[in-house]
């Protein structure tokens, strides 16, 4: 597999050009841009991982960092960071833990980098095959515990809004998506009918993933027709269990 990364603002550093030829040893195909969205999305093939230089001029860019953010959150990639730790502190502040790969600051270690850009890479290449699964919740705490307890046996992408959801599904096709009951501007039961209205998506299983676990919640969304409705209070294994057995009916009908 071809490993990509972006590297993002202060490309013709001398420590940017030093990073690039110690991944071009291990595999790696670089490509360069500043932090603008405009320059971003002109980049004709779409990266594996993303490389900020984190400068002074790079912590003025908030709108394009978001903008990055909100891309790893989507597509499930990593933002790598190389800077002092000033500027460092600021950009982490401001992204998410869960779409951060890692932290390198000055001075580098050009080795130390490319091992662990490699095993990012890996990682990616290896889960290549595990059945997909999207989380979508408000809450980062939620997200990050129900993917510590299923990364060992799927491939996750976490969102944390419908409205991130939504635009996720418009360029990927997970093999399931695990679905919050109540957010802000626009719930789940809301995000599913959306789901089902649209030919690309109507068929992506949805399986809820709620503290709501009351009649009427679940009445609500049976003519939606999820896949399944599981309460947050349940045991962890339950829960995974219950994804286990969602996969394994599948396989037996030939999905």
Not at 37 to 54: C, G, L, R, S, T
Not at 165 to 179: E, K, R
């Amino acid at each position: 597999m071809v490993k990509r990364v972006l590297f993002i603002g202060e490309t013709s550093s001398f420590i940017v050009n030093a990073v690039r030829d110690g991944l071009k040893e291990v595999g790696f195909e670089c490509d360069f841009c500043k932090l603008n969205i405009n320059e971003i999305n002109k980049v004709a093939d779409k990266p594996d991982m993303f490389f900020i230089y984190a400068d002074e001029k790079a912590i003025q860019e908030t709108e394009a960092l978001i903008y990055i953010k909100d891309l790893c959150m989507e597509e499930d990639k990593k933002i790598f960071l190389i800077g002092y730790a000033e500027e460092l502190k600021v950009i982490t502040d401001m992204i998410p833990s869960e779409c951060l790969g890692d932290c390198f600051e000055r001075p580098i270690n050009v080795k130390k980098i490319s091992d662990t850009l490699k095993a990012r890479a890996d990682s990616i290449e290896t889960g290549a095959n595990k059945k997909h699964i999207l989380l979508v919740d408000d809450s980062g705490t939620m997200l990050r515990t129900v993917k510590g307890w299923l990364e060992g046996k799927y491939r996750i992408s976490m969102v944390n809004s419908a409205t991130s959801a939504i635009s996720f599904l418009a360029v990927n096709q997970p093999d399931l998506v695990l679905l919050d009951y109540e957010m802000p501007v626009c719930s789940g039961p809301q995000m599913l009918e959306m789901i089902r209205s649209e030919i690309k998506t109507e068929s992506i299983p949805v399986i809820f993933l709620t503290s709501k676990g009351d009649k009427e919640s679940v009445a609500k969304v049976l003519s939606l027709k999820p896949q399944g409705y599981l309460l947050k209070s349940m045991p962890s294994n339950q829960i995974v269990e219950a994804v286990d057995n969602f996969f394994a009916t599948q396989k037996t009908k030939g999905f």
